[in-house]
């Protein structure tokens, strides 16, 4: 199984927009969370979790609330850069929860690089 297009769009394009510094706009206007990132990167670590934890996919893997996943992990970084930022509605330990990382080793190998 492999994720659908939708899915990888709507994530691509968040990633773009945390990298560009528009996440979540008009939310995060004025807010320099950029550098905040760098100096605490577990910041995005948690952001991402909101925003995987909160997308829903239809049966087809599409994405049906790309842009509310995207509010609510601009609500983290606000409420995180912005300790007067009132999260409403706040947040639900579901939203927030790390899952486990992946195995150290993939299961399936690598395909083998014939240029190497």
Sequence with gaps: MKLSPSFSGALRTFSFWIANGTVGHPLLEGVRYREVMIEEPSMLEQVYAIFANVIELNEEGEPLNAKYAEHRAAQYI????DPGYV??????????????????????????????
């Design 87 to 116: 999260v409403s509605p706040p947040f639900e330990a579901w939203e927030q929860e790390l899952h486990a990382p992946p195995p150290r080793r993939d299961p399936r190998p690598w395909p083998l690089d014939e240029g190497a």
């Design 78 to 81: 606000r409420s995180y850069c």
